[in-house]
């Protein structure tokens, strides 16, 4: 999920939580997904991660990198 904010110039970009496990995953690629997922918590050490201020979580890293292309053709990242 991601806005802009005009008024700041910003964009906020938010990723989900870790996938609980539920009652409701009865096919076997519910169970994989909540596995990886809980495999990419496991990155929990902060890193310095290029263009992000700051240091985050080495999976959030990770995941940033992965649509980082994306987030360009958006405009996010920009400079002005």
């Given at each position: 999920?991601?806005?802009?904010?005009?008024?700041?110039?910003?964009?906020?970009l938010?990723?989900?939580?870790?996938?609980?496990?539920?009652?409701?995953?009865?096919?076997?690629?519910?169970?994989?997904?909540?596995?990886?997922?809980?495999?990419?918590?496991?990155k929990?050490?902060?890193?310095?991660?290029?263009?992000?201020?700051?240091?985050?979580?080495?999976?959030?890293?990770?995941?940033?990198?992965?649509?980082?292309?994306?987030?360009?053709?958006?405009?996010?990242?920009?400079?002005?």
């Amino acid at each position: 999920l991601y806005a802009y904010s005009s008024k700041i110039d910003a964009y906020i970009l938010a990723f989900r939580g870790t996938l609980p496990p539920s009652k409701e995953d009865t096919y076997w690629f519910d169970r994989v997904t909540m596995i990886l997922d809980w495999l990419q918590d496991g990155k929990a050490g902060q890193v310095s991660c290029d263009g992000v201020p700051g240091l985050i979580h080495h999976g959030m890293c990770d995941a940033f990198n992965t649509l980082r292309d994306s987030l360009k053709s958006w405009g996010v990242g920009r400079q002005k």
